[in-house]
């Protein structure tokens, strides 16, 4: 998955001012050091969320979020899916299908104006 320059200044940012952090530690870590734990990051998100009184969100919701953004943005289906880590392009249609703008052809008045001048 790509992130946008802005998001790798950040991250570069927080390595920088993070004591003795060496290029192959992970930039976000648990108290003392070590790997955080999946299930500890979305109880701390969890407890975050409910401390900032939003709606009731999952790590997950936000990867659908995200998704939704994208699409709402314009960003090609088939880009969203790679992003997504998607194995194909039908995983993502089936999540995301309803989501999807339809295909519109600006060339399509073009096309039916040439048949209809050439009838009789």
């Given amino acids: 998955m790509t992130i946008a320059q ?3 200044d950040v991250l570069d940012q ?3 001012e993070a ?3 060496s290029v192959d530690q992970p930039v976000f870590e648990k108290r003392g050091g070590g790997e955080l734990n999946p299930e500890s ?11 900032a ?3 009731p969100i999952t790590i997950a919701g936000l990867r659908h979020t995200h998704a939704a953004l994208l699409f709402r943005a314009g ?3 088939l ?3 790679k992003r997504l880590g998607h194995s194909t392009f039908a995983t993502t249609q089936n999540m995301y299908g309803h989501l999807i703008p339809p295909l519109r052809d ?3 008045e073009l096309f039916e104006e040439s048949i209809l001048e050439t009838q009789p």
């Fill in 75 to 77: 960003v090609s289906p």
């Fill in 14 to 16: 927080r390595r920088a």
């Fill in 6 to 8: 802005r998001t790798v």
């Fill in 19 to 21: 004591a003795n952090l």
């Fill in 79 to 81: 880009a969203i899916s």
């Fill in 41 to 51: 990051l979305s109880n701390t998100f969890r407890r975050l969320v409910e401390y």
């Fill in 53 to 55: 009184s939003v709606s």
């Fill in 106 to 108: 600006p060339h399509l």
